[in-house]
């Protein structure tokens, strides 16, 4: 098991930045891929960013490319997205999860609407 919890989010206007953090306890976290997913409300939950086990792969909507970095510090146990020029459509609770790897987690989502190991989120609000 894993667990993940994150933290950083909060109240920010339109062209500001935030840095979110998920703390990973449990199964030894540098076996794990992690990624950030958001929901919106009304909205289905979506992927944002991912990186590898190893930090050498990543992924990023389109939506965020150029503006926001995932990143690992495997021997704080801890992912970090760092959000930047934030829009009010980024609104959303946003969420940190694991998985064996980026391809897994993704297609869990997709196929089963759920994820792996995921935790309790963090709510981002962009005013304009």
């Known amino acids: ?3 993940l919890v ?3 989010g909060g109240l ?3 062209g500001g930045s935030l840095r ?3 703390a990973a306890s449990g199964r030894s976290f540098s076996n794990y891929a ?3 997913f958001r929901r919106a409300p009304g909205k289905e939950r979506e992927a944002v960013a991912a990186i590898s086990w190893s930090g050498g792969g990543t992924y990023y909507a389109d939506s965020v490319k150029g503006r926001f970095t995932i990143s ?3 021997a704080k146990n801890t992912v970090y997205l760092q959000m930047n020029s934030l829009k009010p459509e980024d ?3 946003y969420y940190c999860a694991a998985d064996l790897t980026i391809a897994t987690m993704m297609d869990t ?3 089963e609407g759920r994820l792996n190991y995921w935790g309790q989120g963090t709510q981002v609000t962009v005013s304009s």
């Open 1 to 3: 098991q894993v667990q």
């Open 6 to 8: 994150e933290s950083g």
């Open 12 to 14: 920010v206007q339109a």
């Open 20 to 22: 979110l953090s998920c």
């Open 34 to 36: 992690m990624g950030w």
């Open 72 to 74: 690992r510090d495997n």
């Open 91 to 93: 609104t959303a609770v």
């Open 109 to 111: 989502l997709k196929r």
